[in-house]
């Protein structure tokens, strides 16, 4: 039955979604966005989310791949980068599910001024792992290698920050759906030193397409780049649109409300603004109460296992 939703869905979506969607669009557009240093960063002023995933090309990724699988042959399937074999380090080794190339991210992670690339992979681990990872490689005079590989995790939109080490911490927001249920997470990578750490700063929440009857959506749909502090850094402001409504009892969910025409209320409005001392981002002490509503509102309807 969820045909018939998926008008109603989507046109529902349109008003707190459709910055996202144009971002998803600039994704595919853009290659290789960088934000090189922190002059760079303090000469933007207000500026929309300049994701950095990179598009590998297709000979770029097969090199990239050959230092990933490690049994089993890298190729180009359907358009698609993968290694034919699960790698052994992953919990389904020899498997021919196949390992493969979701998204890219270059630059330099662990050292100043070492080509590096972060990809996210999936396949090969369990659901209970978001099945996939992201794989840490580094390039040099003899190729590719593989640093290490962290399971659970994936990135779909990445923003760089240049450190006072010379390297890049990414923020970056991943989400899956689970039952009708988009759970987000936007985190803060820091891979210095080779070790993987991962703060996560918010998770969000959209029931929506689960029709059911209260609705929550707690979406981030516009991540703003400025120095908001006025410290030659670039900061972060992450703006959201909150709706919780009970839906009326004639109608069995939200999208058959939305599809009968029922007026569903307008998003509240929320902004947070995370500062970048050169070592991490910090929330702004005026946006922690937004934070800590967010937080409840999230935690309030998530799963007991997501929480």
């Given at each position: 039955?969820?045909?018939?939703?998926?008008?109603?869905?989507?046109?529902?979506?349109?008003?707190s979604?459709?910055?996202?969607?144009?971002?998803?669009?600039?994704?595919?557009?853009?290659?290789?966005?960088?934000?090189?240093?922190?002059?760079?960063?303090?000469?933007?002023?207000?500026s929309?989310?300049?994701?950095?995933?990179?598009?590998?090309?297709?000979?770029?990724?097969?090199?990239?791949?050959?230092a990933?699988?490690?049994?089993?042959?890298?190729?180009?399937?359907?358009?698609?980068?993968?290694?034919?074999?699960?790698?052994?380090?992953?919990?389904?080794?020899?498997?021919?599910?196949?390992?493969?190339?979701?998204?890219?991210v270059?630059?330099?992670?662990?050292?100043?001024?070492?080509?590096?690339?972060?990809?996210?992979?999936?396949?090969?681990?369990s659901?209970?792992?978001?099945?996939g990872?992201?794989?840490?490689?580094?390039?040099?005079?003899?190729?590719?290698?593989?640093?290490?590989?962290?399971?659970?995790?994936?990135?779909?939109?990445?923003?760089?920050?240049?450190?006072?080490?010379?390297?890049?911490?990414?923020?970056?927001?991943?989400?899956?759906?689970?039952?009708?249920?988009?759970?987000?997470?936007?985190?803060?990578?820091?891979?210095?030193?080779?070790?993987?750490?991962?703060?996560?700063?918010?998770?969000?929440?959209?029931?929506?397409?689960?029709n059911?009857?209260?609705?929550?959506?707690?979406?981030?749909?516009?991540?703003?780049?400025?120095?908001?502090?006025?410290?030659?850094?670039?900061d972060?402001?992450?703006?959201?649109?909150?709706?919780?409504?009970?839906?009326?009892?004639?109608f069995?969910?939200?999208?058959?409300?939305?599809?009968?025409?029922?007026?569903?209320?307008?998003?509240?409005?929320?902004?947070?603004?995370?500062?970048f001392n050169?070592?991490?981002?910090?929330?702004?002490?005026?946006?922690?109460?937004?934070?800590?509503?967010?937080?409840?509102?999230v935690?309030?309807?998530?799963?007991?296992?997501?929480?």
């Open positions: 039955m969820m045909h018939k939703y998926n008008r109603a869905y989507f046109r529902f979506l349109a008003n979604q459709q910055a996202a969607a144009k971002l998803a669009t600039t994704v595919m557009l853009l290659s290789a966005v960088l934000l090189h240093s922190p002059l760079a960063d303090a000469e933007q002023t207000a929309a989310f300049k994701n950095v995933i990179d598009k590998v090309s297709r000979s770029g990724s097969l090199l990239m791949l050959q990933v699988c490690d049994r089993g042959k890298a190729e180009i399937s359907d358009g698609i980068a993968r290694c034919a074999i699960c790698p052994s380090y992953t919990s389904a080794p020899d498997k021919t599910t196949g390992f493969e190339l979701a998204n890219a270059l630059g330099s992670f662990t050292q100043a001024r070492e080509p590096e690339a972060l990809l996210y992979m999936t396949g090969c681990e659901d209970a792992t978001e099945d990872g992201i794989v840490l490689l580094q390039n040099t005079a003899h190729g590719w290698s593989r640093l290490q590989y962290q399971r659970g995790f994936g990135f779909s939109e990445c923003l760089k920050f240049r450190t006072l080490d010379d390297v890049s911490n990414l923020l970056c927001n991943h989400s899956a759906l689970v039952d009708g249920n988009q759970i987000g997470t936007i985190s803060w990578i820091d891979l210095t030193e080779n070790k993987f750490s991962r703060e996560t700063l918010l998770r969000w929440y959209d029931n929506t397409a689960s059911p009857r209260e609705l929550v959506s707690v979406f981030p749909y516009r991540f703003l780049r400025s120095d908001f502090n006025q410290d030659g850094r670039g972060v402001r992450i703006s959201f649109r909150i709706r919780e409504q009970v839906i009326p009892e004639k069995p969910g939200a999208l058959d409300a939305i599809n009968s025409g029922y007026n569903i209320a307008p998003p509240e409005s929320l902004s947070l603004t995370y500062l050169g070592v991490a981002l910090k929330p702004q002490k005026a946006s922690q109460e937004n934070a800590a509503r967010i937080n409840q509102i935690n309030k309807h998530l799963p007991t296992t997501d929480r």
